[in-house]
């Protein structure tokens, strides 16, 4: 009987032994063995792994991990609160040194980390007034620059791979004055937009007009040099009809002074039948 209990004894004890030697590393896994807390190996790759009974083995994920923050809140310059949300990405770089700064544990080492960034906000927030931090898009790239937090995550040995904001956020009442604030500064410029785009208009509506009396004047100008040119081309052309048949330009004379005296209805001529006048007409109606 009594060897019986210890051979079960005995194979329960092998049991653990084999238990406690062999551990496995997963693909996604990096591990550390240590002795009493201290690292004895950190560069196991994935697989079946033997130690020593007294040995613990410590299995670590080194994927990319992601921690969100909500609803943090910073004081501004002028000491008005302002509510970010932000995340952290991270993964695994050396695993004795997690191991040594943070013991293994990943909420530790995401507070950490959290801190960094929090420091970071916190002073770039802290730099400008409260208007200026809401406007400023560019806090997150100046605050959570990836190379500016590097070395401090290295030291937890760990790569803090991003860190952005998600939400800049007012309190209600903070959020409506900065509002009114800028809507009426987004006025002023539009104010002022419309009195310089009024004055360039009014530019050019006089350099058009001025253009216009420019160019009218230049064809009057031409005009009345070709009217007169014209003028002066027609009576030398009568000058010289009227040199080479003077009866016939005497008789175009009278026709012409019949047809302004005679061809409009309702005027009266009185005139003596045998005036100059009527030179023409006594000799049509003597033939």
């Given at each position: 009987?009594?060897?019986?209990?210890?051979?079960?004894?005995?194979?329960?004890?092998?049991?653990v032994?084999?238990?406690?030697?062999?551990?496995?590393?997963?693909?996604?896994?990096?591990?550390?063995?240590?002795?009493?807390g201290?690292?004895?190996?950190?560069?196991?790759?994935?697989?079946?792994?033997?130690?020593?009974?007294?040995?613990?083995?410590?299995?670590?994920?080194?994927?990319?991990?992601?921690r969100?923050?909500?609803?943090?809140?910073?004081?501004?310059?002028?000491?008005?609160?302002?509510?970010?949300?932000?995340?952290?990405?991270?993964?695994?770089?050396?695993?004795?040194?997690?191991?040594?700064?943070?013991?293994?544990?990943?909420?530790?080492?995401?507070?950490?980390?959290?801190?960094?960034v929090?420091?970071?906000?916190?002073?770039?927030?802290?730099?400008?007034?409260?208007?200026?931090a809401?406007?400023?898009?560019?806090?997150?790239?100046?605050?959570?620059?990836?190379?500016?937090?590097r070395?401090?995550?290295?030291?937890?040995?760990?790569?803090?791979?991003?860190?952005?904001?998600?939400?800049?956020?007012?309190?209600?009442?903070?959020?409506?004055?900065?509002?009114?604030?800028?809507q009426?500064?987004?006025?002023?410029?539009?104010?002022?937009?419309?009195?310089?785009?009024?004055?360039?208009?009014?530019?050019?509506?006089?350099?058009?007009?001025?253009?216009?009396?420019?160019?009218?004047?230049?064809?009057?100008?031409?005009?009345?040099?070709?009217?007169?040119?014209?003028?002066?081309?027609?009576?030398?052309?009568?000058?010289?009809?009227?040199?080479?048949?003077?009866?016939?330009?005497?008789?175009?004379?009278?026709?012409?002074?019949?047809?302004?005296?005679?061809?409009?209805?309702?005027?009266?001529?009185?005139?003596?039948?045998?005036?100059?006048?009527?030179?023409?007409?006594?000799?049509?109606?003597?033939?």
């Open positions: 009987m009594y060897l019986r209990v210890l051979g079960v004894l005995g194979v329960a004890l092998v049991a032994l084999l238990w406690r030697s062999v551990f496995v590393v997963g693909q996604d896994e990096a591990a550390v063995v240590t002795h009493f201290q690292v004895l190996r950190d560069d196991l790759a994935p697989g079946l792994h033997l130690k020593s009974p007294l040995d613990d083995a410590h299995e670590f994920d080194r994927r990319l991990l992601t969100s923050y909500p609803g943090e809140a910073f004081l501004s310059q002028d000491q008005k609160a302002l509510t970010i949300d932000f995340y952290i990405k991270w993964r695994l770089i050396d695993p004795a040194r997690y191991f040594r700064a943070t013991g293994g544990d990943e909420d530790a080492t995401a507070g950490r980390l959290a801190d960094l929090r420091e970071r906000i916190r002073s770039a927030v802290a730099a400008e007034p409260l208007t200026a809401v406007a400023d898009t560019s806090l997150a790239a100046n605050a959570l620059r990836a190379s500016a937090l070395a401090p995550s290295a030291r937890l040995g760990v790569e803090l791979v991003d860190a952005q904001l998600q939400r800049v956020d007012l309190p209600e009442e903070e959020a409506n004055a900065v509002y009114q604030r800028m009426q500064s987004l006025m002023s410029q539009a104010q002022q937009v419309r009195t310089q785009g009024s004055a360039e208009a009014d530019k050019v509506r006089t350099d058009a007009e001025r253009k216009r009396a420019q160019i009218m004047a230049d064809a009057t100008r031409d005009a009345q040099r070709v009217r007169g040119e014209a003028d002066a081309a027609a009576a030398a052309a009568y000058a010289r009809a009227y040199g080479a048949n003077p009866e016939f330009a005497a008789f175009y004379r009278s026709l012409q002074a019949y047809k302004n005296s005679l061809g409009r209805d309702g005027d009266i001529l009185v005139i003596s039948p045998e005036g100059e006048f009527f030179k023409y007409l006594h000799s049509a109606s003597g033939r």
